[in-house]
């Protein structure tokens, strides 16, 4: 939920009970006002028939006329209000009420139930008459239901219009209140949000609440820790990659230089001794054949080796041709199973030879992995250079329509080596790596990283 809404909901909510307590107290002091005046009157009604009692004990009046009702009819009565005497059986005797007005019935029917059910059952005063120790009767007094919630609603009709109006008024006021105070939120959310994104550039501005603004000091401090960790991790990662290939490279130069030309040489001297043995001894033909033979075999595995150390297209050819060269080989591996496809555009070429050699090798695990487990018909890639934001950006795309069952769990190990070294050369570059299965079916790969940045 929403804070602004959420703290307006409790703001209204406690408005609401502290109407709803002023109500209950309103309706409460109604109450005994009407208990106050059920007393007085059983309280008048008593003294007036003990007098009579008295009367009667002094033989100045008839016991046969007890109780003199005529002066308890000629007492003023409340709209509603009831007085009665209950003799000892507990029996009435005598009632006397007081009629309802149309002004005593307004209150509302859901206002009069819950108003019987908590309040008019204490309403109701009685006194016993008794005189010489003898008990004669109780005078009981109380109000019908309706009187008396009529009374209470009076008090409290115009509390509840006022009432309503006025959380209305608090409730749009203090939604703006807490909307403006809680305006830096908004701010702070979106550098959340960057954070997420891994955009370590975005700061928040002080503000004046104390506790928002030390939320921004820690987020300004923690986003420039991670800015500073960050970019030691990718110079760190670009070292260590960049003098993997450059070791790479050098093995690879000294294994063309030595290994390769004593193997050449190997391979003459071989190819001689079949001749000379062709014509002198012809029983060491076959043997100088094989040997002839073993030597070349060697030399093949001698040049892929060279080529998965430091293919010799990247620098004499270009990363684009050495993509090409890598594409065609898979197409020539897969025997018409999967078709591979390379599509390129702007300036890649223009690439130092380290980067050149992490996006060939990028491609390369990433073709190999499709190869091995999307079981895919069409695998593409997608090499270009662009403009993002004032700055020069490279962006590497893999993907395939896997259609095998390895293509709906994804064509790449989650945690396989390949996905790692691949995170690790794109960190090297400084650049952003996504790699999971597509709402579409198949899966796909995304490299971006800037071509202005160290090392690219």
């Not at 008459?129 to 009529?150: C, H, W």
């Not at 949000?193 to 370590?200: F, S």
């Not at 450059?246 to 001794?273: F, T, V």
């Not at 989650?414 to 090297?428: D, F, Q, S, T």
Request: glycine share 8%.
């Amino acid at each position: 939920m929403d804070l602004k809404w959420l703290l307006v909901r409790r703001i209204t909510s406690v408005a609401v009970a502290c109407f709803a307590a002023g109500a209950a107290l309103a309706i409460y002091q109604a109450a005994l006002k009407a208990q106050h005046r059920n007393t007085e009157l059983t309280e008048l009604v008593g003294r007036q028939l003990d007098l009579q009692l008295s009367r009667i004990g002094r033989s100045t009046d008839i016991p046969s006329n007890f109780p003199d009702w005529d002066l308890v009819t000629s007492l003023a009565l409340q709209p509603g209000q009831c007085v009665e005497l209950l003799g000892q059986d507990g029996l009435a005797k005598r009632l006397n009420c007081a009629g309802l007005n149309a002004e005593a019935t307004s209150a509302p029917e859901w206002f009069v139930w819950p108003y019987r059910a908590v309040i008019n059952d204490r309403l109701m005063a009685s006194r016993p008459i008794s005189f010489r120790g003898v008990t004669y009767g109780t005078v009981v007094a109380y109000y019908d239901t309706v009187a008396t919630a009529s009374a209470a609603w009076v008090t409290f009709a115009p509390l509840l219009g006022f009432a309503a109006g006025l959380v209305a008024i608090l409730c749009l006021v203090t939604y703006f209140v807490i909307d403006r105070a809680l305006l830096p939120t908004t701010q702070i959310l979106a550098g959340l949000n960057g954070l997420a994104r891994g955009d370590l550039t975005c700061r928040l501005p002080q503000v004046r609440l104390a506790e928002l603004n030390r939320i921004s000091q820690v987020f300004n401090a923690l986003s420039r820790d991670l800015s500073i960790a960050t970019a030691e991790r990718a110079e760190l990662a670009r070292q260590l990659v960049d003098a993997q290939e450059q070791e790479r490279r050098h093995i690879a130069r000294e294994l063309h230089d030595e290994i390769a030309q004593k193997l050449s040489a190997l391979n003459a001297h071989a190819a001689c001794l079949r001749t000379r043995a062709q014509r002198e001894a012809p029983a060491l033909a076959g043997e100088a054949r094989e040997l002839e033979k073993m030597t070349s075999d060697s030399m093949l595995t001698l040049r892929r080796t060279l080529t998965y150390l430091r293919p010799q297209e990247i620098d004499d050819l270009g990363l684009i041709q050495s993509l090409e060269a890598l594409v065609a080989q898979h197409n020539k591996t897969a025997g018409g199973r999967t078709a591979f496809k390379i599509e390129t555009s702007g300036p890649v070429e223009d690439l130092r030879a380290e980067t050149s050699a992490h996006v060939y090798r990028i491609v390369q695990e990433a073709l190999t992995n499709a190869s091995k487990h999307a079981n895919a018909r069409t695998v593409q890639v997608l090499l270009s250079q662009g403009s993002d934001n004032k700055r020069e950006t490279i962006r590497l795309s893999v993907i395939d329509d896997g259609v095998g069952s390895n293509a709906v769990e994804g064509s790449m190990p989650p945690a396989g080596a390949g996905l790692i070294g691949m995170r690790e050369r794109v960190m090297a570059l400084s650049g952003s790596f996504s790699a999971g299965p597509l709402p579409s079916g198949g899966f796909g790969l995304e490299v971006e990283f800037p071509t202005l940045q160290r090392g690219a």
